[in-house]
């Protein structure tokens, strides 16, 4: 009796819908209710499976049901229309479920100009399948379909553009890139385009190709006439590969694929932030994929420095969530590798650098920002407050090239949380709770010692979204012999060729960062963002992005933060981390023994005690080629 | 979807208000004892309150009526004061028991027995009369309703299950049929008579030992609980109102009898009565398997009588037509083309007109469009074409061109070629049809018509110079539908084309305009299929109205209406002599009509699943017949047996079509596959000898794999149409699905 034959809509929610337009249901009613709701969703169904057969479909539509419901004489239910699954979410307090239905702004989506056009046309081509019923003559559909539909000239364009981009000329590379960026006729071209994208796998021995490839990937996203729809899962995949795969080209220590790592991952995030509403659930299947990695001990370590750099690129919110609970996990791994010192675990301890970087970077900023949304928090959300304003402008890595949609500082956007905390099935972040800003200070500093509290502390402040100097002397790989000074201080400080160092026991402790907000800061951070939003498209445009002020700014850096704190400038700091540590000693690490921290107090206005730092390390050169962002760590090799 | 026509519909309700009045005080007296413990609803509840009283009152009512019928104004006085009922309450109720009270034929049973009660007492003095008529009065309705103890429905049906549980195996396998329409006929009984929890136990303890085929019914059936729901439930009301056939042998039926009568088993005895049709038969009793490849429609097997009218499903003497000498083609042909003409006139023209088919109907049996200079010149076409037909076989094997649609979204729904497959057309779910052009002759529009009037009409070329230039393109598109088109269907002279939508309409389009000239309405309901006839001129339309109509393209009303399926007629086919339709129905079944006068000549029972396609062999004997349970029946038109089932596909079967001579037929699906199965050889291991035709009983060969020719995959692409060409190249088409 009691065997449930097919769903049933418990009473309770037939209550509860009742409640909430206002009608009080006694018991008996709801129960009532419930059974005969039952029947005719029942009916309902069974009704709209025969539109499904008619139409020829496996798949049961919202239409079908609505057509259902229709001949039935019942007001048809609207808005379900959409392809993607709405994700039906549990709220944690109280058993409510709810389907998630953001709002749509009408007005931007009339006024947009992406309006998704060249929606291919139905057609229909025909091909001998079965010659006497013998041997498939050709395969069906190999290429995507809309390809199939290409006029000449747009094959013609096709052509073109693939030539010139996997091409040697980076003139010409850089002009397709630029015209892809714009191009509004290309939306037939675009699953062509992705399929050569999805080429990735197949050249991961050419650094050089795939950073053409991803190019070519940026150019698609930015490229405001292009609909991307479900390619962006495609696309994804492809950036996802060069962040995380062992790809063939790191077998050879000189090729630098940290670099490309680094790009992927920025623009990873560029394409979450810009076009991850296009595909529902895109953000939790990144995180879980990166996540995978990074708990994946068998993988090797420049793989875990793709899920690092890749989660940070995500926002300090993905860090938080996943590379912070890992931490203690990966530490010990991270550990042994970094402390044997035997010559053949020369190559693997130099990459285990770069991962300790990267974490140490994703973390640190993880706290500076936990604490500023701590402050936001704290001080209100007052529109007019410039720390809001700045927050929500430049509080994002500014990357060179990529001017990806900031990332709100307070709330990620409601669909990521909401998301997170809905997790998915047996998803570990299902009982995640946040942990406090102080108690992960400390956990962290544990870890990380003294390096994490100078860089926490000497940080770039609020506004400066990226370290506003040229932070990655990019000295080994390029040119090594500019790199004479630097090699000076790697010596003196293996670890942290830049960098400043406290002296706790005067100051207290290391604090927490939030920085008062201030119109200083705020101003290199829009200025930068307009630089970086005017720069051009190519590879040469990464490289030189970086107005020249900044390079300035970092000159006099060191001078002024030793000095009473000039109110002229933000004081900006940049810094490298690890230096030439292959083959020598690596002992910045040992820092970390020296003091005990004290909790932090998260109101004390960090500037007060950063001008104290002595600055140990200095920097280098100013970066050429390779501007930095956050994360992009750089390490000559 | 209340699909049901206003006529039957209140036949229905007529029907049913009879038990149902008269059953309503029973319903409470003798399910007194289990509405303590139903009454979780406050609509039962509220009565229950006063639930003896209630009853009294019912039977008091009951009995007012009756005597109200009959005249008895004074003893209805005197009842009334008795029992100190008011007027109103009488009222009332009597309007609802006057549906009930006149035209109760088969109920005169109860009736009589009441009213000899009641005369017989009808002298004693009155107020005596109700104190002791009382019971008895109540005692007669309750037996009525048959319908007395319904938590001896499981004890019931239970013994009838041990008994044929325990006869002998020749016998068990044909009395188990029994157990389907029982079960359902009780479960529906308490149902209908608001004994909710009985029937749910009731239903959890029998429905597993049904046969698997019916699990979608049964599906439909367990969330049926109330009696409210009945009322919707146009299926479930047809199989309360049409009989249920079965085919039982004497020997199993004397055996059913003499054990029911033994148990006084009365209930069941009575739903066999009332609502089965037992079609008995002499001899041997069939096998599980027998049984089996017959059973699984809707409403049972279909009664042998129904199946003996003869069909004429000879073809019809092919029109005499000159072939013209045509010089074109002699010079292709060199010298060759002279003495081939000739014999291409005698084998097309002569073996197959000058002999008149036996089987075949009167060449006037209906009327049919006479033939065109257009009409005949495509004769001429078709006959140039046949010569150079592919003989096909096991051996020889079509080739198949898959005709792809791209960019469809999933919303291809139907499609159809011309006979001479030079023009495609494709039903959306996006309401729109789309023509396209097959060859490379682009698609044109005829000029407007001030354009028209200056063109010079006497010059040779006037057919060309109509045609506008300007709207030259490989595919137009049709709108005026409201809703997804189901289905497509060209003309035989390639000028029109039908449509059949959602929106309840059949749309007739012109391919000279490329616009609609007609909308017939009739349906209602979403039209599931259309289909010309292969004479043009008429055509059939099926759809969730359940019936099936035939239209002819001049006439905005039907010709004739095809009721009798008990759900959806899904697909409709003409017979290649365009005397009959044969038409396919989600009740599982395929009927054949004769266009004559409209009679069902052929039900064809056999499928599990909704029937989606048919196709009739070129010869006109075989219908073969696709549903969506992926198996293929094949059926001999003249005898109404079914003669064979073809195994294999995985997913409703939504094409069918047999090769331009008939030895191949070619099955499409949606499990992306085209099978072609060797339907010379299914057609002649069939032994129709007289037992089996005169009995209906079938022994079916499980031959599916030796006549599978071949298994053809396309790449997701589900395949929604298939046609041979002339030359008896196959023609596959679908929508390519991306996901």
Redo the contacts between chains.
């Keep these: 009796m009691e065997e449930r034959r097919f769903a049933e809509v418990p009473r309770e929610s037939i209550k509860l819908m009742a409640e909430s337009s206002g009608v009080e249901l006694s018991e008996e009613v709801a129960a009532l209710l419930a059974e005969d709701v039952c029947y005719r969703l029942r009916e309902a169904t069974q009704n709209s499976s025969q539109f499904m057969r008619h139409a020829k479909r496996r798949k049961l539509s919202v239409e079908d049901l609505n057509r259902a419901l229709r001949w039935s004489n019942t007001e048809t239910i609207c808005g379900y229309g959409a392809q993607d699954a709405l994700p039906f979410r549990p709220l944690k307090e109280g058993e409510l479920f709810f389907v998630e239905d953001r709002e749509i702004n009408l007005v931007e989506l009339a006024l947009a100009t992406n309006i998704p056009k060249g929606c291919a046309e139905t057609m229909v081509r025909v091909h001998v399948s079965y010659l006497d019923g013998k041997g498939n003559l050709e395969p069906q559909g190999t290429v995507p379909t809309a390809v199939q539909s290409l006029s000449e000239d747009l094959l013609k364009y096709y052509q073109q553009i693939t030539r010139a981009i996997l091409g040697e000329d980076p003139h010409l590379m850089k002009v397709a890139l630029l015209d892809l960026q714009s191009n509004s006729k290309i939306a037939a071209l675009l699953p062509y385009f992705v399929y050569v994208i999805s080429g990735v796998k197949s050249v991961s021995h050419d650094l050089d190709q795939l950073n053409r490839l991803l190019h070519m990937v940026k150019s698609l996203v930015q490229n405001p006439y292009l609909y991307l729809g479900s390619y962006v899962r495609s696309l994804v995949s492809s950036v996802m590969y060069c962040i995380l795969e062992p790809l063939a080209a790191s077998i050879n220590p000189l090729n630098d694929h940290w670099t490309l790592r680094d790009y992927a991952a920025l623009l990873l995030s560029h394409i979450f932030w810009t076009h991850g509403d296009l595909v529902s659930g895109l953000y939790h299947q990144i995180l879980l994929s990166l996540q995978k990695v990074l708990s994946d001990p068998v993988r090797p370590l420049c793989s875990h420095y793709g899920a690092v750099v890749g989660l940070h690129a995500l926002g300090w919110k993905a860090v938080e969530r996943v590379l912070y609970p890992h931490l203690p996990a990966y530490w010990a791994n991270l550990q042994a590798v970094l402390d044997d010192y035997s010559v053949s675990n020369a190559q693997v301890k130099a990459d285990g650098h770069k991962v300790y970087g990267a974490i140490l970077v994703a973390v640190e900023r993880l706290l500076k920002m936990k604490a500023l949304s701590l402050t936001l928090a704290a001080e209100g959300s007052g529109a007019g407050l410039p720390g809001t304003t700045t927050g929500a402008v430049g509080f994002r890595e500014n990357s060179p090239g990529l001017s990806p949609p900031s990332e709100p500082l307070s709330e990620p956007p409601l669909g990521i949380a909401s998301h997170l905390q809905a997790g998915g099935a047996g998803c570990p972040w299902e009982e995640w709770t946040p942990v406090s800003l102080p108690a992960m200070y400390c956990e962290l500093y544990s870890f990380f010692g003294d390096s994490l509290a100078v860089r926490f502390s000497t940080g770039p402040p609020l506004g400066g979204a990226t370290p506003p100097g040229p932070c990655q002397p990019l000295e080994g790989r390029k040119e090594p012999a500019s790199s004479a000074p630097n090699l000076e201080n790697t010596r003196k400080m293996p670890q942290l060729t830049a960098s400043m160092n406290i002296s706790p026991r005067q100051d207290g402790s290391p604090r927490m960062e939030p920085q008062p907000p201030s119109l200083a800061a705020t101003v290199p951070g829009r200025s930068l963002a307009r630089s970086s939003s005017s720069s051009s498209v190519s590879r040469s445009r990464s490289s030189s992005s970086h107005p020249g002020r900044s390079t300035s700014q970092s000159r006099d850096i060191f001078p002024k933060a030793r000095f009473p704190l000039p109110q002229a400038g933000p004081p900006a700091f940049s810094f490298i981390i690890g230096g030439r540590q292959m083959g020598r000693r690596c002992q910045g690490r040992r820092f970390q023994t020296s003091f005990t921290p004290t909790p932090p107090l998260t109101t004390h206005p960090p500037r007060a005690y950063a001008h104290k730092l002595p600055v140990i390390g200095r920097v280098s050169k100013p970066v050429r080629r390779w501007t930095c962002s956050h994360y992009s760590l750089h390490l000559p090799l | 979807?209340?699909?049901v026509q206003d006529g039957p519909m209140e036949l229905d309700a007529e029907k049913e208000t009879k038990p149902e009045i008269l059953s309503d005080g029973t319903s409470n007296l003798s399910g007194n004892t289990a509405s303590g413990t139903l009454s979780?609803?406050?609509?039962t509840?509220a009565p229950a309150g006063g639930a003896p009283k209630m009853e009294d009152q019912q039977t008091l009512i009951a009995v007012l009526q009756f005597l109200k019928r009959n005249k008895l104004s004074e003893s209805v006085e005197i009842l009334r004061r008795e029992a100190g009922l008011g007027e109103h309450q009488e009222d009332s109720q009597a309007t609802d028991g006057s549906g009930g009270g006149k035209g109760d034929g088969d109920g005169g049973d109860a009736n009589s027995l009441l009213s000899r009660v009641f005369i017989t007492s009808a002298a004693a003095p009155q107020s005596m009369l109700v104190k002791k008529d009382q019971p008895d009065v109540s005692v007669v309705l309750s037996a009525y309703s048959q319908q007395g103890d319904p938590p001896l429905y499981q004890v019931y049906y239970s013994g009838l299950k041990n008994f044929i549980e325990s006869v002998l195996d020749c016998h068990r396998a044909e009395l188990s049929q029994l157990f389907y329409p029982l079960f359902v006929h009780m479960y529906l009984e308490l149902v209908y008579n608001n004994h909710e929890t009985k029937a749910?136990?009731f239903f959890?303890k029998f429905s597993g030992d049904q046969e698997c085929y019916y699990q979608d019914d049964l599906?439909?059936l367990?969330?049926?609980?109330?009696k409210?729901?009945l009322k919707?439930?146009e299926v479930l009301l047809d199989f309360r109102t049409s009989r249920f056939v079965l085919r039982i042998s004497r020997d199993s039926y004397q055996l059913l009898k003499r054990h029911l009568q033994e148990r006084h088993n009365n209930q069941i005895w009575n739903i066999i009565q009332e609502h089965l049709y037992i079609d008995i038969f002499d001899g041997m009793p069939r096998s599980k398997s027998q049984i089996d490849s017959m059973s699984g429609s809707l409403a049972g097997e279909a009664r042998r009588e129904v199946n003996k009218a003869k069909v004429f499903y000879g073809l019809l003497k092919e029109p005499e037509i000159e072939v013209p000498l045509d010089d074109e083609d002699d010079e292709a042909e060199n010298e060759e083309g002279k003495p081939k003409k000739k014999k291409t006139k005698k084998d097309s023209l002569g073996s197959k007109s000058k002999k008149q088919d036996p089987n075949a109907p009167q060449q006037n049996r209906i009327p049919l469009p006479e033939l065109k200079d257009s009409d005949k010149l495509d004769k001429i076409m078709y006959m140039k074409e046949s010569t150079k037909r592919i003989r096909l076989g096991p051996e020889?094997?079509?080739?198949?061109?898959?005709?792809?649609?791209?960019?469809?979204?999933?919303?291809?729904?139907?499609v159809d070629f011309t006979d001479d497959s030079s023009l495609?057309a494709?039903g959306?779910?996006d309401s729109t049809v789309?023509v396209?052009s097959?060859t490379p002759k682009k698609l044109r529009k005829v000029k407007s018509t001030a354009e028209l009037n200056v063109i010079d009409k006497e010059s040779d070329d006037v057919l060309e110079r109509i045609m506008d230039e300007k709207t030259a393109s490989e595919?137009k598109i049709l709108h005026g539908h409201s809703?997804?088109v189901?289905g497509v269907s060209f003309s035989p002279d390639r000028n029109y084309l039908l449509s059949s939508s959602?929106d309840g309409t059949v749309r007739l389009w012109s391919l000279q305009t490329f616009t609609c000239l007609v909308g017939y309405k009739g349906h209602n309901?979403?039209v599931?299929d259309t289909q010309f006839s292969p004479f043009g001129y008429y055509f059939v339309s099926g759809g969730?109205d359940r019936v099936a109509r035939l239209w002819a393209t001049d006439h905005y009303q039907p010709l004739r209406i095809f009721a009798g399926h008990l759900a959806?007629v899904?697909c409709t086919q003409f017979h290649p002599n365009s005397n009959y339709v044969a038409t396919g129905s989600?009740d599982r079944t395929v009927r054949l009509w004769d266009v004559l006068n409209g009679n069902c000549v052929r039900i064809l029972t056999g499928h599990k699943g909704?029937i989606?396609s048919l196709a009739f062999s070129p010869n006109g004997k075989f219908l073969a017949s696709g549903s969506?349970d992926g198996r293929v029946l094949l059926w001999d038109i003249g005898h109404g047996l079914m003669i064979g089932e073809l195994k294999g596909h995985t997913?409703?079967i939504?094409a069918l079509k047999f090769s331009r001579d008939g030895e191949i037929l070619a099955s499409g699906s949606?499990d992306n596959t085209v099978r072609?199965w060797d339907s010379m050889k299914a057609f002649d291991e069939v032994e129709t000898d007289d037992f089996t035709a005169t009995t209906g009983h079938i022994h079916l060969p499980d031959n599916s794999q030796e006549l599978l020719?071949?298994m053809?995959?396309?790449?997701?692409?589900?395949v929604?149409h298939l046609h041979f060409t002339r030359r008896n190249l196959l023609l596959?088409?679908g929508a390519?699905n991306?996901q």
Excluded at chain 2, 222 to 226: A, E, R, S, V, Y
Excluded at chain 2, 396 to 414: D, K, R
């Design positions: 979807m209340a699909a979780s609803s406050p609509l509840a749910k136990a959890d599906r439909i367990c969330g049926l609980t109330k409210e729901h919707g439930n020889n094997l079509p080739s198949i061109c898959f005709y792809t649609f791209l960019n469809a979204f999933q919303g291809l729904t139907a495609l494709g959306f779910a789309r396209w097959v595919s809703g997804p189901y959602e309901y979403p599931w969730h959806d899904t989600t909704p989606h969506t997913d409703t939504y949606m072609l020719l071949g053809y995959h396309s790449k997701s692409t589900p929604t596959a088409a390519y991306s």
